[in-house]
């Protein structure tokens, strides 16, 4: 009885959570206090459940970025690329594309897309042209860029701490697919957008006014903020020497920052930290152990593994599709946390070796298939919030239009490129 409460429990609380019919944060908290409530899982062992390597890696990165968007340097980098460009809105549409890719892989997405995107609007203003095009770009752009590494996209840090799979591992294994990935992108959004980006030179001219130096509001604390990022970076790549974890090295990044740049604004620092995100995540952990402890999760691996007859070809190639289909129409966070076990037990079935190229399969999947739709990931909703509060409304078929495009041409790349890399 207990095993049909909680799942009926999970999956009305996972809908709920997708929908948005509540704040997340609540539901996931209320779901968590309701499976220990109704003994699914006992409060130690809910305690156990959460992965506090994801915890402390979020809380550690947001810290760093918090404090190191005060310098007012991607506000610089922004201002910049569109001058070098001389204010041509297609070059500049490309550039934000990749810069965004780029700075989601360094940084995370959703923390890239609130910097970036009110910068987007202003130079698309002053272009004279809809801000749109380079909005919805920028969005899915960052999607892409943040498989790139471990801390790029919050699905990638709970299948890294999962599988033990390090910032220099997804830089090796999903780096060169983000960069074919990303050539492709451009070339389609050039396409989707070259007639409706046209502007005059006056208009050009505007850009080239702009003072990207003006954005530097405290050269002190840029040195500071860039120096501490850059070495925790090196850090993250040096983890197989080291042997530190991601979260130690972005706590201890966090407050040495916090240290050398003020410590006596703490609680500001500390205002930097999406709070409803991290006890999100706490209270999706806690209801996930509850289905370990069920016996649900057993159960759906050995069914999976009947489905497929144990073929490592299958598996991978069905999670990325079922995983980038899913992840368009629900939110990633809690699909992931629900296959994570799953494709453990998986593990323990097909061996070792022989399952990573499914973590890779989920991580791509999770992470393009965001792209599908307006709701598919957290990015996409952010930006479509700067830009209807800036009084350009995105709609969800306008974004879906073109992101479902992008979607099902990188689930197919990104199919071939694990079959090719670690299926034959």
Known sequence: ??????????????????????????????????????????????????????????????????ITKKSGVFQYIAIKSAKVVKGDPIKILILFSIMTAILSALLDNVTTILILTPVIILVSVELGVRPIPYIISAALASNIGGMATLIGDPPNIMIGSAAGLGFTDFLVNMGPLVLILLIVFCGIIYLFFRKELVVSMERRARIMDFDENASITDVPLLIKSLSVLGVVLIFFLLHSITGLEPSTIALGGAAILMLIAGGEEIEEFFNEVEWSTIFFFIGLFMMVGGLEELGVIEFLAEKYLSATNGDVLVTSTSIIWVSGILSAILDNIPYVATMIPLVERLGQELGGSAIIPVWWSLAIGACLGGNGTLIGASANVVSAGISSRSGYKISFLEFTKYGVIIMFITLIISTVYVYLRYLI
């Open 1 to 66: 009885m207990h095993t049909i409460i909680g799942v009926v429990f999970f999956i009305l609380l996972f809908v709920l959570i997708s929908l948005e019919v509540a704040n997340k944060t609540i539901l996931s908290l209320l779901g968590a206090v309701l499976f220990i409530s109704m003994g699914i899982i006992q409060q130690h062992e809910a305690f156990e459940s959460v992965d506090w390597n994801v915890i402390f890696l979020l809380i550690g990165m947001m810290v760093i970025v918090g």
